[in-house]
């Protein structure tokens, strides 16, 4: 069965500085995994997709890499800004196009 | 329309009467899945629908739970005599057709059931 791990659970930064958020997979037999934001009592807006033969998508000053091979995947927020505070989940597609989501990582940038 | 529209946004229910949410996916989304997200939960796989096909049941919590598509676009999710524990965010998703590895989910805002 696979397993969506998000670490960390939370994090907390200060505005300008770059971070990395983390999601790892059991189950390498992935079509792709697709990161998203949830802001407080909304829906999910997609972020970026990495198909399973790419390595990297870029879009503005996130971007995010997939390793398949180890089960790993980073979403990098550059210059990061108070309004990239929100919740930042990963989710993998696998067989019979399901998603499976990890529990996401609460992100505040402090002013 | 743009997206994923759902609709109530929010819906109070009184505990053991039945309730219906309604998605209307992306026009021409073949794909349509329901989730469920739990005060301070992940999110939960209910049911995932791919065109004609029939449907992938398999992460409906109960029999109270049930949906439908019509017309391979508008779906309806059903939970009859409601419990409390039903209480969550249930989100509505569609992707467009194409090769799985290539297509982006998109989901709609949501709707809030609180039972009481």
């Known amino acids: 069965k696979q397993e969506v791990t998000q670490i960390p659970a939370a994090l907390s930064v200060p505005e300008g500085e770059n971070l990395v958020l983390n999601c790892s997979f059991t189950?390498?037999?992935?079509?792709?995994l697709q990161w998203f934001r949830q802001d407080p009592g909304k829906g999910l807006t997609s972020l970026l997709l990495i198909q399973s033969s790419q390595r990297e998508q870029t879009s503005g000053r996130l971007n995010a890499s997939l390793d398949k091979s180890s089960g790993r995947s980073t979403l990098y927020i550059a210059a990061s800004q108070p309004g990239d505070s929100a919740t930042y989940l990963c989710?993998?597609?696998?067989?019979?196009?399901?998603?499976?989501f990890g529990q996401g990582t609460r992100l505040t940038i402090n002013p | 329309g743009a997206g994923v529209s759902q609709s109530p946004s929010n819906k109070v229910t009184e505990k053991g009467k039945d309730v219906e949410l309604r998605c209307d996916p992306i026009?021409?989304?073949?794909?349509l899945y329901w989730y469920r997200q739990s005060l301070g939960q992940g999110l939960e796989f209910l049911i995932y629908f791919q065109g004609n096909s029939a449907p992938d049941k398999s992460g409906l919590p109960s029999d109270r739970f049930s949906a439908e598509r019509t017309g391979g676009s508008v779906s309806t999710l059903t939970i009859q005599r409601t419990q409390q524990e039903d209480s969550a965010v249930y989100l509505c998703?569609?992707?467009?057709?194409?090769?799985?590895?290539?297509?982006?989910?998109?989901f709609g805002q949501g709707t809030r059931l609180t039972v009481v």
């Open positions: 189950d390498s037999a992935i079509y792709n």
């Open positions: 026009s021409g989304h073949t794909a």
């Open positions: 998703a569609s992707r467009p057709p194409g090769g799985a590895e290539n297509t982006e989910a998109f």
């Open positions: 989710a993998v597609t696998q067989g019979a196009q399901k998603l499976v």
